[in-house]
């Protein structure tokens, strides 16, 4: 049975970071890609970074390029999401996904239950 599970979210002022972990188990994690989603307030989900298997490719959504780094260690099941230059639009609940089959770019089959961060301005 596969699990995600997300720490790290908090409460932070503008300009500050975080760093979000999401522990995977269940399955074969070295083998697939993984993704951070977040979610504010009265808004769609909306996906916020990929890693590819190996780490070796990533991709951001541009309000997030030069800012958030996204990265993966094989050897503990887990991946990062380091989150600098915070500002108060990031505040969301971040999501981390992870998928075993291959739908599409922003597809993925399994869900955490998601990390709170708050920035306050």
């Known amino acids: 049975q596969v699990q995600l599970v997300e720490s790290g979210g908090g409460l932070v002022q503008a300009g500050g970071s975080l760093r979000l972990s999401c522990a995977a188990s269940g399955y074969t994690f070295s083998s697939y890609g993984l993704g951070w989603f977040r979610q504010a307030p009265g808004k769609e989900r909306e996906f916020v970074a990929a890693i590819s298997s190996n780490g070796g490719s990533t991709a951001y959504v541009d309000s997030v390029k030069g800012r958030f780094t996204i990265s993966r260690d094989n050897a503990k099941n887990t991946v990062y999401l380091q989150m600098n230059s915070l500002k108060p639009e990031d505040t969301a609940v971040y999501y981390c996904?992870?998928?075993?089959?291959?739908?599409?770019?922003?597809?993925?089959?399994?869900w955490g239950q998601g990390t709170q961060v708050t920035v306050s301005s």
């Open positions: 996904a992870a998928r075993v089959t291959w739908r599409g770019p922003r597809e993925y089959d399994y």
